[in-house]
């Protein structure tokens, strides 16, 4: 299945299904290029899985070089981009590379970032290999991190196409199945409430994630992001509706310290979180009961007991799209439509503290 992702300033594909990974070779030939070399990065525990699956793949290019990087956030670092640079210099990659990113959104978001800076910019191929990357190697952000904060280096920068390989996502452990499935149910909310009805009907574990039901939802997934991306490349606008739920957890994974608690599952809270302040906001039933019922079962965490509101509400203000100390949020007006809105410190409080009323019972 070949999907089509238009931005204002570019236009590619986006392959997605079950073992195209060893198709790779004609999918660069489909770019009609010239491509001196290749230089695939990749981390440490996608590496011995994968890669040389990929590198014998390349059958029509002498030069293929691996950087294989730590797993884990880390490797989005000053540190990691530059060896990966010295890497390329050193093996005298020209204008012409190419970089294959094969891995997670870190390795997508690190990789891509490589591109667009190694000589003003060189091609390169995401090959997505989580459930969330689903997410991550479409819409063409890219970045790694500074001491100071998450992504506060980075590039809007297209690859030249998506090669999605689901059967990639068998070895995924089960914390990644589930991180990566609360974007997927997020897309469906912002954008697609016929995609969130069938999400609702047919999965009720991360195991009913299988096959056609897989590609469906990736696909599903993968066409709200690049709809909202082709309306608003460089998130002057509708591309906001993406952070739903993120407000809150962004704040989480702040207040409990990166990496304590998988991005997906801070999503799930957050998404939680965001519906609540939207019955209240709007003074309408959005059946959050009903919503909470079904994502039980796939065992997302609670909102963790130990933080406080206040310092919720603190690191919520700390958020990049708040202004002026005023907390901006993705609120929904009814399943499949949201937009964004200032929100009042005493309404936000308020349903924090519930939550965590209900938590420490
Ligand atoms: P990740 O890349 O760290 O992958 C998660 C873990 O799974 C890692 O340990 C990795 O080694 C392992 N892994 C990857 N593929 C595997 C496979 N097929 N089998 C077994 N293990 C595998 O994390 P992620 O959740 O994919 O992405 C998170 C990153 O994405 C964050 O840095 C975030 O900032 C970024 N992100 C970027 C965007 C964007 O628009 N650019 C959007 C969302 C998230
Ligand atoms: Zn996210």
């Given amino acids: 299945e070949t999907l089509t992702i238009k931005t204002a300033s570019k236009t590619y594909p986006l392959y997605i299904g079950k073992g195209i990974r060893f198709q790779i070779q004609s999918f660069i030939q489909a770019l009609e290029r010239e491509f001196s070399s290749v230089l695939i990065i990749t981390d440490s525990i996608v590496e011995p899985l994968y890669l040389k699956e990929i590198e014998s793949s390349l059958t029509d290019f002498s030069n293929v070089y691996s950087y294989v990087v ?8 000053f540190s990691v981009f530059y060896d990966i640079l010295t890497f390329a210099l050193e093996k005298e990659l020209d204008r012409k590379a190419l970089v294959i990113a094969l891995g997670g959104g870190v390795v997508g978001d690190l990789a891509g970032f490589v591109a ?21 190697s479409v819409g063409g952000k890219v970045a790694i991190n500074h001491p100071l904060g998450k992504n506060m280096i980075g590039a809007f920068y297209q690859p030249e196409a998506v090669v999605y390989d689901i059967e ?7 914390e990644q199945w589930r991180s990566g499935f609360a974007e997927v149910i997020k897309h469906a909310l912002i954008w697609d409430k016929p995609f969130y009805d ?7 574990t991360l195991a009913d994630l299988r096959d056609e039901k897989l590609q469906f939802a990736l696909a599903k997934g993968i066409t709200v992001k690049a709809e909202v991306v082709a309306e608003d490349e460089k998130e002057s606008g509708i591309r906001s509706y993406l952070n739903f739920g993120h407000t809150l957890a962004h704040a989480i994974e702040a207040g409990l310290g990166y990496g304590k608690m998988s991005h997906g599952d801070a999503v799930a809270i957050g998404m939680l979180f965001a519906i609540r302040v939207s019955e209240e906001y709007y003074g309408i039933d959005l059946e959050l009961q009903k919503f909470r019922k079904w994502f039980r079962q796939f065992h997302y965490p609670e909102i963790p007991k130990h933080l406080d509101a206040a310092s919720l509400l603190q690191l919520m203000k700390k958020d990049k799209k708040a202004q002026s100390g005023t907390i901006r949020m993705v609120l929904m007006k009814q399943i499949g439509e949201v937009e964004t809105v200032k929100v009042e410190d005493e309404l936000i409080l308020s349903i924090l503290e519930k939550e965590l009323e209900e938590v420490q019972q």
């Fill in 70 to 77: 730590p797993a884990g956030e880390e490797a989005k670092s």
């Fill in 116 to 136: 667009a800076t190694y000589m003003r910019g060189i091609a390169f191929i995401q090959m997505p290999t989580t459930l969330l990357a689903h997410d991550s």
């Fill in 168 to 174: 990639m996502l068998s070895t995924l452990p089960e």
């Fill in 198 to 204: 069938w999400l609702q009907a047919e999965i009720h």
